[in-house]
C-alpha cells in the first residue's frame, strides 16, 4: 500500500512537472533543458526554509515559487531573442550554471552565530538529509495517505488553473507567437510581457514540484538537477505530446513513472536499471518522432 501511495505522489509531481514544460515547450515552442534546474532549486529552497527557518509547507511552497520567478529572468531574456537551436543552448547553460552552484555552494555567511545555521546552505555533494514531511497549520502530513491526498489536491489545482489560463486570450497568444511571432506583433501584440510570464510561470510550477518532491523523499542532492533529469523531463513531455492542456502532461507523467517501475520488477541490477531506463526513453523518443511526431496525445508538432 505504501509502495502505490509513493507511486501515486511521484505521478502527482511529475504531473506539474510536465504541465509547467507543456507551456514552454507546446505553447511557447520553447525547448528548455533547465526545467530539472528549476526543479532542484524549488527543493532545496524548501529543504532550508523547513530546516532553518522552521517554515510550514504553504510559506516554503510560496518561497520557492517565488525564487524560481526571479531566476526566471535568465530564461526570459533567451526568450526575447533566440528560438530553436540557440535557446536550447542558453537553457542548458542555465541548466549548467544552476547544477554546479547547488553541486559547488557548500558554505554561506560567516563564522558568527548569526549566519551558522546556514553555514553549509546546499552541503554540496552530500546533499541535505532529515528534512520534515509537509506541515499546514500545525497538521503534519506524516502518513503515506495523507501526503497523496495532499499532492493530489495541489496537482488538481495547479491542473484547473493552467487549464483556464492556457485556454484563456493569453494562452492563444502564446500560440500565435509560437507559430508566427512576426504576425502576432504586428498586431501589436506584446511578445516580450507574454513569453516572460508564460517562462515566470513555468519555472515557478517546476519549483513548486521541486518543493514536493523535497517534502515527500525527506532528502535532497544535486543529483535531482543534473543534465539526464532535464532529459528524462524533457522526454516524459514530448513522449505524452505538446499543445494541450493536460493530455500530453497526464500520459507524459504516466510514462514516466511506469518504465522505472516496470525494470524494477525485472528484477535487474540497480546500475544496469538505471541506463536501461535512459535508453529505454531514448528509443521510445526515436519511435514516436518516426511514427507520432505529436506525442502520444499532443496537438502540436515539435519541429
Not at 510536465?18 to 528549476?38: D, E
Not at 551558522?116 to 552530500?126: D, M, R
Request: proline letters at 4%.
Amino acid at each position: 500500500m505504501n509502495y502505490l501511495m509513493h507511486l501515486i505522489a511521484l505521478f502527482d509531481i511529475y504531473v506539474i512537472v510536465a504541465l509547467s514544460l507543456n507551456i514552454l515547450v507546446g505553447y511557447c515552442g520553447l525547448l528548455s533543458l533547465a526545467h530539472a534546474g528549476y526543479f532542484a532549486v524549488g527543493a532545496y529552497t524548501y529543504a532550508l526554509a523547513v530546516i532553518t527557518l522552521g517554515w510550514g509547507f504553504i510559506e516554503s511552497a510560496l518561497l520557492g515559487m517565488a525564487v524560481g520567478v526571479g531566476l526566471s529572468v535568465l530564461l526570459s531574456l533567451a526568450s526575447w531573442r533566440f528560438r530553436g537551436e540557440f535557446f536550447v543552448l542558453i537553457a542548458l547553460s542555465v541548466q549548467s550554471v544552476l547544477y554546479s552552484t547547488i553541486y559547488n555552494w557548500h558554505r554561506v555567511g560567516g563564522p558568527d552565530a548569526e549566519f551558522g545555521t546556514w553555514a553549509n546552505f546546499t552541503n554540496g555533494p552530500f546533499g541535505i538529509p532529515g528534512i520534515s514531511k509537509p506541515e499546514i497549520a500545525g497538521f503534519v502530513f506524516g502518513t503515506p495517505e495523507t501526503t497523496v491526498l495532499l499532492f493530489t489536491i495541489v496537482a488538481a489545482v495547479v491542473l484547473v488553473l493552467s487549464r483556464q489560463l492556457l485556454t484563456s486570450p493569453w494562452g492563444l497568444l502564446l500560440k500565435a507567437l509560437r507559430d508566427d511571432e512576426l504576425a502576432a506583433r504586428g498586431l501589436g501584440k506584446n511578445a516580450r510581457l507574454a513569453k516572460a510570464q508564460a517562462v515566470a510561470i513555468a519555472c515557478a510550477l517546476a519549483c513548486l514540484a521541486g518543493v514536493m518532491y523535497s517534502s515527500l523523499i525527506n532528502f535532497v542532492d544535486p543529483s535531482i538537477a543534473d543534465l539526464p533529469e532535464a532529459i528524462l523531463m524533457i522526454s516524459m513531455v514530448i513522449v505524452g505530446g505538446v499543445g494541450n492542456s493536460f493530455r500530453g502532461p497526464f500520459v507524459g507523467a504516466l510514462v514516466l513513472i511506469a518504465i522505472p517501475e516496470m525494470l524494477r520488477f525485472a528484477e535487474l541490477p540497480g546500475t544496469l536499471a538505471g541506463q536501461l531506463r535512459l535508453a529505454v526513453y531514448g528509443l521510445a523518443l526515436v519511435l514516436l518522432m518516426h511514427f507520432r511526431p505529436k506525442g502520444l496525445a499532443g496537438e502540436y508538432r515539435m519541429e
